[in-house]
Nanobody, 126 residues
Framework: QVQLVESGGGLVQAGGSLRLACAAS????????MGWFRQAPEKEREFVAA????????RYGDSVKDRFTISRDNAKNTAYLQMNSLKPEETAIYYC???????????????????WGQGTQVTVSS
């Protein structure tokens, strides 16, 4: 089991940027795929981005491609989500998630992300 703590959320104007961080503890971080998801009020949870354990494979949701960047620093047990050109409709709680089995070299389906952080609120004003 891995424990995850997100940080970096807040209020930003449309077109602005935020960088989220997810600090992990409890397991070998570098072997786990990491993902970011978001959930807006009254909407289903949405996949945002994921990265393999080794950091060489990345995947993005269609709506965030070319604006968001996922990365990780395995020496610091931390994953990041750089969000640029934010839109008001991207206001949501952003969650960090990790797989419970090793995915060092590829990214599994979203259902495999089973360890979750508490979330961090991102609010984008128009």
């Amino acid at each position: 089991q891995v424990q995850l703590v997100e940080s970096g959320g807040g209020l930003v104007q449309a077109g602005g940027s935020l960088r989220l961080a997810c600090a992990a503890s409890g397991r070998t971080f570098s072997s786990l795929a990491m993902g970011w998801f978001r959930q807006a009020p009254e909407k289903e949870r949405e996949f945002v981005a994921a990265i393999s354990g080794g950091g060489f494979r990345k995947r993005y949701g269609d709506s965030v491609k070319d604006r968001f960047t996922i990365s990780r620093d395995n020496a610091k047990n931390t994953a990041y989500l750089q969000m640029n050109s934010l839109k008001p409709e991207e206001t949501a709680i952003y969650y960090c998630a990790a797989t419970m089995t090793d995915y060092r070299n590829y990214i599994p389906p979203s259902a495999e992300f089973r360890s979750w952080g508490q979330g961090t609120q991102v609010t984008v004003s128009s």
